[in-house]
């Protein structure tokens, strides 16, 4: 889609019911209502988190989404694709702030061009102890990326049209911190591929913007 056309659908994409879990299950793993009932309790003390589904024009004026691949290191989250993203730093004053500079930190697209359209539906990941906060924004602009080495391995640039593409989802098989070998759906971009939470915002991003271009 080029991007004038995309940047018409933001009434629509503000306004619009949200369809929250109903999208988000569609791409959950087997085992998740089972992990949400066993940390019923604990999900009350979870900390916080915010993270931004940025789209943006490219060099042709077509629409893309950027994704993460966070670096390999000693945790739950290692080597998995993201959005640009973290914790909730006392300084911040709101969840929208740290998902601002947690893309500016993460890939370097400036805080002064990025214009947050919506939150969506929040979701409580696990294995972190996180409740993540995901936004839907813009860069009016094509971004000239710069990646944080100390966080991210590499950037992704998925164009909008491989984004909505049916053909992308997938189901996996999947070592995880609670079971081995285990079968999830799945989004496949590039090569990478994306399930879990990250998966779950995508779907509700995903039927979102769908909806919109027949409204």
């Given amino acids: 889609m080029n ?7 933001r009434s629509k994409i503000e306004n ?5 879990e109903a999208s988000q ?17 604990k999900m009350k003390t ?37 959005f640009p993203g973290g914790k909730l730093e006392p300084e911040d004053g709101s969840l929208k702030t740290a998902a601002i500079r947690e893309t500016f930190e993460e890939v370097g697209v400036p805080e002064r061009d990025i214009n947050v359209w919506r939150k969506i539906t929040n979701i409580y990941i696990p294995p972190s ?7 839907i924004g813009i860069a009016e602009k094509t971004p000239i990326f710069l990646k944080q080495d100390t966080e991210v391995d590499a950037i992704i640039e998925v164009p909008l049209v491989e984004f909505l593409s049916e053909k992308n989802v997938v189901t996996k ?3 995880t911190s609670y079971a081995q070998e285990i079968d ?3 989004f496949v971009f590039q090569g990478h591929v994306v399930w879990g939470a990250t998966a779950m915002m995508l779907s509700e991003v ?5 909806q919109v271009r027949y409204l």
């Fill in 184 to 186: 999830v759906p799945a």
């Fill in 173 to 175: 098989r999947v070592t």
């Fill in 129 to 135: 102890h996180f409740v993540v906060q995901p936004f």
């Fill in 206 to 210: 995903k039927d979102i913007l769908k």
């Fill in 46 to 82: 979870a900390r916080k988190a915010a993270v931004m589904a940025l789209f943006y024009p490219n060099n042709l004026q077509q629409t893309h989404l950027v994704l993460i691949l966070r670096n390999t290191y000693k945790g739950v989250h290692s080597a998995q694709i993201g």
């Fill in 3 to 9: 991007f004038d056309d995309f940047i018409k659908l």
């Fill in 16 to 20: 619009i019911p949200l369809p929250a």
């Fill in 25 to 41: 299950f569609k791409m959950s793993p087997p085992f998740r209502e089972d992990l949400l009932e066993a940390n019923k309790i």
